[in-house]
């Protein structure tokens, strides 16, 4: 599998059908854009904490917004895939289609999945450019360590746990992230504010002054 090219379908009898509700006409009606808001780090930094706060912050703005979390993703649409290397290329493929799906149909979509590799990360950059946002939610090793949410790093210095990403198992930081959100040096307010600050930037649109006649 070539994780930087879109697959090819295997089946030669699919076409592409053509929408009928413009791209611009979602955003026009919802107020912003649709976007992928893809964070990644280490465990422990902070990811599912933020994407959950800030899902609650846009959604009370009148955003339509959905986070795809981890867990929640292997139990459903990755329930068939495990953590070996090309079993994790995968699920970062699936993720993001599936945020890319939900960008198409005028929603920010927050993934909050470590994605640890650089080239699978690019490699859905590579292919839903026009709406993914890299965020890298920051702590250090030793900070995320220390709070330790899930017990997962002490069991992993146990041994009990093998390939864990920062212990075992590499973690490539962005190089060029939209970007960066220390949550070693801001509470989660803070990290709220500067969130919903890009968003502003990136994917507001004014809003149609009055309900288009649509046909
Ligand atoms: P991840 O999803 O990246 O594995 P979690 O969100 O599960 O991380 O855990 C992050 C932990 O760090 C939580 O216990 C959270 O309360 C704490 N924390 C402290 N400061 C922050 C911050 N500024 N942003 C996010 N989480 C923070």
């Not at 339509?64 to 994790?88: C, H, K, T, W």
């Not at 289609?97 to 690019?122: K, N, Q």
């Amino acid at each position: 599998l070539n994780d930087r090219e879109q697959l090819a379908p295997k089946s030669a009898n699919v076409t592409t059908v053509s929408h009928r509700v413009a791209a611009d006409e979602r955003s026009v009606r919802n107020g912003h854009e649709g976007g992928i808001l893809w964070f990644t780090g280490l465990s422990g930094a902070g990811k599912s904490t933020l994407a959950m706060e800030l899902e609650r912050a846009l959604f009370i703005n009148g955003y339509q917004v959905y986070v795809l979390d981890g867990d929640n993703i292997r139990q459903g649409l990755s329930a068939d895939l495990g953590f070996s290397p090309e079993d994790r290329v995968e699920n970062i493929r699936r993720v993001g289609e599936v945020a890319s799906l939900f960008a198409e149909a005028g929603v920010i979509a927050i993934t909050a999945f470590i994605s640890p590799y650089r080239a699978d990360r690019e490699g859905v950059r590579a292919v839903h450019a026009q709406h993914f946002h890299e965020i890298f939610i920051n702590a250090p090793l030793d900070v995320c360590e220390a709070r330790d949410v899930k017990g997962l790093y002490s069991r992993a210095r146990r041994g009990e746990i093998k390939e864990f990403t920062g212990i075992s198992a590499p973690y490539e930081p962005p190089v060029a992230a939209d970007l960066v959100i220390p949550t070693h040096l801001w509470p989660v307010d803070r990290c709220i504010a500067e969130l919903m600050t890009f968003i502003n930037q990136r994917l507001s649109r004014p809003r149609a002054p009055q309900r288009a006649r649509l046909a």
